[in-house]
């Protein structure tokens, strides 16, 4: 699959998933469709069905069941020349406007960051410490997963390897609250990127909000 197919396949999945929990109901805190529990598994056949695409995973915090106070992580992951490429969003129905409204203003500038140094000659894996430098300014930690993937083969954040131009690769920060006893969830926003010759570009205009309406 090219990039460009992986990534409409992606955002259509995401858009269908947006419309669906958007046009969901809340009763005691649950979220619910059509009568019944909205749960992740549901989720993830209607980003499926959007996308064409059997990898979907939707994470939800706490003990798994989707609640409108808790974020809702949603990754659609084509494999775009072999390699495997997630595109996630993370959604809260009704938040209260504190810890994760917080993470996703740090994960947004984390991309900025990156967006600001990343060019040709830059070494691949100050990608990675600009985004969790970032995170960290707001006193998050990064959560479990690369915050970086490569979708040309050879591209490995984890070394002085010079970025090249033509280069495509997804940026993927989580963001989580550093305290190993607080559980809030996390606040996952993944972007698709390509290396031109003088800047880093932004591939697709998919809303990166919290609430779902924004994708309709």
Not at 82 to 92: E, I, K, M, Q, S
Not at 125 to 149: F, M, N, Q, S, T
Not at 183 to 207: H, K
């Amino acid at each position: 699959m090219s990039v460009e197919a992986g990534r409409s396949a992606a955002e259509s999945g995401l858009v269908a998933v947006a419309t669906r929990l958007d046009e969901a109901t809340v009763v005691d805190g649950r979220v619910y469709a059509d009568g019944d529990p909205l749960t992740p598994a549901a989720l993830e056949t209607v980003g499926d069905d959007a996308a064409g695409l059997t990898d979907v995973t939707t994470v939800a915090a706490g003990d798994g069941t989707l609640r409108a106070d808790a974020p809702i992580i949603v990754a659609i992951t084509p494999r775009v020349d072999g390699d495997a490429t997630p595109l996630a969003r993370t959604f809260v129905l009704d938040g209260s406007g504190g810890w994760e409204r917080r993470a996703a203003v740090a994960v947004e500038m984390a991309h900025d960051a990156v967006r600001r140094v990343a060019e040709p000659g830059v070494p691949a894996r100050r990608i990675v410490d600009e985004a969790v430098a970032e995170l960290g300014a707001y006193g998050l930690a990064v959560g479990d997963g690369a915050v970086a993937h490569g979708v040309d083969a050879g591209m490995d954040f984890s070394t002085d390897t010079p970025l090249e131009a033509g280069q495509v690769f997804v940026l993927d920060p989580t963001a989580r609250d550093p305290d190993p006893e607080t559980d809030r969830g996390r606040v996952r926003v993944g972007e698709w990127y390509a290396i031109t010759e003088s800047e880093c570009r932004r591939l697709g205009t998919l809303s990166a909000s919290l609430s779902p309406a924004a994708y309709r």
